[in-house]
Every structure is written in structure tokens, then in C-alpha cells.
């Protein structure tokens, strides 16, 4: 597995190579991991797009249990915006793509039981997003309301579960791509779509691999397209400006392995440039990659540069910059409650920034990670681990929360409790467990 790349200057070098071009010919570099999402609320990134405007922002959502909402995310992995949609339901947001105009599409279109009748697209203005943080801490962000533009589609031969939604980025065509163990097929909506009525996707043509897409996104110039399942990417050429033919028997296919293997990649997405690939996947901390790609087109033959000891690039693990791999584990220290008896909060999350309620848990952290608690119940002189758990993701140096006496959506009875905290950093290192007893009073 490849470990977290510090932000610095072997890491940026990349970015800048990627941004202006400047890899050698015919050359791909070995994937990076960028960062890791450092924000529990997303636990479960389903798709991701690079800001058309910065090269230091992507933009992601969560998969179906969510609500309507995306994320701007710095290249820290901390949260920088938080973007609420009133008056949408997101049924099963699976995937999301740019278009024209600084337009962002998100993909109401997973259906695993293959029973709605109807599915949705929103498109929304590209929103702005401040600065980006230095990576010493995650600040809160407050949500913004954002207007959005809803769709409905209906395909055409019944309903289908799909993961991958790609837009045009000349026209605004909205395409999606099935999902199926064997092969999926390319569905195009009318163009334009119509806000007052329902339309119909029809059936473009039959998509061989990858079998089981999760993913896809075409790239910014029009000229190719990527999509994803959860253990390969194929990129291909698009000719002439028509998307069929990237699909077309005989066609020729750049097959990369995906570097997200095994977490459950939903995630892909050109960068701003259409120099390289962004990668995500789901679970609370899950990382994000880089994949540059050879400056000679999707249709090449891809050729990995040597790696160096951590799974890095050989350009970015050799000469004076070298990053090591980071396998030292996160320090918890001065883990407190300031009350140890205390009531149960009504309604409400396990963790909040600031209430009248509950408990404050106070930590220190000797480096930025995300505190993953648990609550044991005493019975019969031993302590038992209850269902859920529940996140507080913290910086280094000084943390609090109100913890509410709340687990799973339900308040914790009378009885005596155990908290245990486990501190994990970017690169996946947890600390040894801290445990504090409590009681819960009627």
C-alpha cells in the first residue's frame, strides 16, 4: 500500500510537472497518494472532480445515507467548503462530472435493485471556495446553500443500477454507463435535457470493460475517456468528437491498475489540465491518488517508472528530497472528560462541536489524525463493546468535543460505560488505545 506523501516539495514537484506538462514523452509516473480526507463526514466518497479553477481544490460528495450535499476539499484533505442543495433528495448520489461553463453535474443514478422507475442529475454553478490551509489543523466549515438545477431520466429498456456519469465538456451531453458483472452499455440523454419533463436515456452502445463500473469521468479537451471498477482503469480515445467510438470493438484501451485496490474505488476524475487522474474511495479517511498519464495520448502503452522503497515514484523517493515512510504512530496524551456523570442528550449526533449537554472530551494529539471512539457498557463486572462508533477528527496539539451520550441514533441508558479512543493518522498508523469510564445518570 502506498503510504501518505508529505505536503512538500517532492510531493508539489509533481503537481507542478503534472500541471505543466513537462513529463518526459511517452512517460507515466507511478501513482501518488495525495492525502487522505480528513474530515469524518466524508465517509464514503463516491465521486470526485478537480476544481476548474485551482489546482489545489476537488470537489467530492458521499454515496446514498447522505444528504444533498458536496465537498471542496484542499490539497491537505481538509475540508475547505461544504455545499447543501435545499429542496433535493439525494436518493444514491454515485458519481459526479464538470461541464461547460464551471458546471458541476452530481449523478442521483445508483439503483442496486434495479427498481426506479425515475433517476436524477443536478447541475450546479461551480461554487467559490476560500483559502486553502497550510495542513497544521482543519478549521470548521460552515455549509452554504447552493441552487441546483434538477433532471429527471428514465432509461428507455427499464430501470438499471449505474455508478458512472459523464458529461461532455463542449456540449453538456449527459451520458451514464450501467453497471453489471458482465458488460454495461453507454446510455446518452437528449440534449438538452429538460428541467419540466422527464427524458429518456437511450442506448449508445454495449461498454465491455471494465466490467461492474464504478466510476468514469471524460477529459476536460473532449478527446478521451476514463472509467473505472474496483481494481482497474481503462482509458480510451474518443475520435471525432463522438463518445461511441472510445467503445467501438477493436478499440484501443490504456488498462491501468487502480491504486485504490481493495478499498472499494468509486471515485475518478481528470485533473484541470487532462494531465492525470484523481482516484477515491469510500471509508472515513480514505485516500485520494494522482495518476499522471504519458503525454502521448490515453492510447499508449503505459510505462511505470521504477518505484522507490515506499511504492513512490522513483522522480519523487530518490535524491535530497526523499520522503520515508511514515510509520510512526500518533501520540495521544491528556484524554479527558469534564464530567464523568452525566445525562443523556434527547435527539441529536454522538459528537458535536459545542453544546450545553453531555460531556467535553478533551485530547492532545502529537500529530494531525482522526479519533475513532468506541463505548463499552459494563455488565456483570466486564465490559462489553456496544454497536457504532463514532469519529472526531482532530489536529495536533490541544482537541475537544461534547460527547452527548448518544450511539447508533439512540440515547445510551442509565449505567455505567467506558469510552475507548484510538488515534489514527494519514498514513493508517493508530496509537495504543485510551480507555475513561463514565456514567450515565437518569
Partial sequence: MLRLLRAGKPLLSLLVLVAVGVLPA?????????????????????????????????????????????FAVDRYGCTIGVFTAPGVEATDWEDMARGPGRSLWLGDIGDNNAERDEIAVQRFDEPSVGASTDGSG??????QAVPAASYRLRFEDGPHDAETLLVDPRTSQVFIITKSFTAGALYAAPNPVKADDVNVLRKVTDVGTPAFATGGDIAPDGKSVAVRNYWEIDIRTIRDGNLATAFAPGARVQRLDAPDSGKQGEGLGFTRTGRALLTSSEGVSAPVFLIPLANDGPTSTP????????????????GPD?????????????LTLSRRRFRAVSRGRSAVAAAAVGTKVSYTLSEPATGRLRVQHR??????????????????GPNHFKFTGRLRGRKLRPGRYRLVMVAVDAAGNESPRERLKFRIIR
Fill in 26 to 70: 511517452g512517460a507515466s509516473a507511478a501513482p501518488a497518494q495525495l492525502f487522505t480526507f480528513r474530515d469524518p463526514q466524508i465517509a464514503e466518497s463516491s465521486g470526485i472532480v478537480a476544481s476548474t479553477t485551482r489546482d489545489d481544490v476537488v470537489f467530492t460528495h458521499n454515496d446514498s445515507g447522505d444528504t444533498a450535499r458536496f
Fill in 138 to 143: 482543519c478549521p470548521p466549515t460552515a455549509e
Fill in 303 to 318: 510505462t511505470n517508472t521504477a518505484s522507490g522503497p515506499t511504492g513512490t515514484p522513483a522522480s519523487i523517493a530518490s
Fill in 322 to 334: 526523499t520522503t520515508a515512510a511514515d510509520t510512526t504512530a500518533p501520540g495521544v496524551t491528556a
Fill in 379 to 396: 455488565k456483570g463486572g466486564r465490559y462489553v463493546t456496544l454497536r457504532g462508533r463514532f469519529e472526531h477528527a482532530g489536529s495536533k
